[in-house]
């Protein structure tokens, strides 16, 4: 998952980048979208956000509004750690014991994270909008080239499942 909608960069409120928080909007938002999420979606066994103010009130929305489990700071998805590294850090994170897992970040590292793990190379232009999120499958240990894109749910997809029955979370056996 992206962050939700935050606030623009301004060194005057908030010089250091990592606070800077989400808007009221963005979170109010997210919240109304996060119960879609949590309708399409398998819930996940862990939560890892960035620890950045907008990326961790995103994943405590998750928890909150969608049920997800508590969320745990994971200092490799800061936005300026090298996608490389991030990787190492969830191949050595997830092992072979693949659950559900999700991530909240920042772009341009979830951006290339995503490109990294379905292609083998970062800079395939894969777009995540903010609030949206992106499901990728793996069949044995996390790494690159080796996932396969389940769904890419933006949140204009998100906020129009409001309009229609409740969707039945599709398990990795019947896919």
């Known amino acids: 998952m992206r962050h939700a909608i935050a606030y623009g960069r301004d060194h ?7 606070k800077r928080p989400l ?3 963005g979170e109010e938002g997210f919240r109304g979208i996060s119960w879609e999420l949590a309708k399409a979606a398998l819930p996940p066994l862990r939560l890892f956000s960035s620890p950045y103010e907008r990326a961790w009130r995103t994943a405590e929305v998750l928890r909150e509004a969608a049920g997800w489990p ?8 800061e936005p300026d750690v090298p996608t490389e590294k991030m990787a190492l850090v969830l191949e050595d994170l997830l092992g072979d014991e ?4 999700a991530l909240v970040g920042h772009r341009p590292n979830l951006h290339e994270l995503a490109s990294l793990f379905l292609t083998g190379d970062k800079g395939v232009g ?5 609030g949206g999120a992106l499901c990728i ?11 396969a894109l389940r769904w890419l749910l933006t949140p204009k ?6 309009n229609h029955p409740p969707a039945r979370a599709v398990t990795p056996t019947e896919i």
């Open 12 to 18: 005057e409120r908030w010089p250091d980048d990592s």
């Open 23 to 25: 808007t009221p909007e």
């Open 70 to 77: 508590e969320p745990e700071y994971m200092p490799a998805l």
């Open 98 to 101: 693949l659950g559900p897992t």
């Open 126 to 130: 894969i777009a995540i909008k903010k």
């Open 137 to 147: 499958r793996f069949d044995g240990r996390p790494k690159p080239g080796a996932g």
């Open 157 to 162: 997809i998100l906020r129009s499942l409001t």
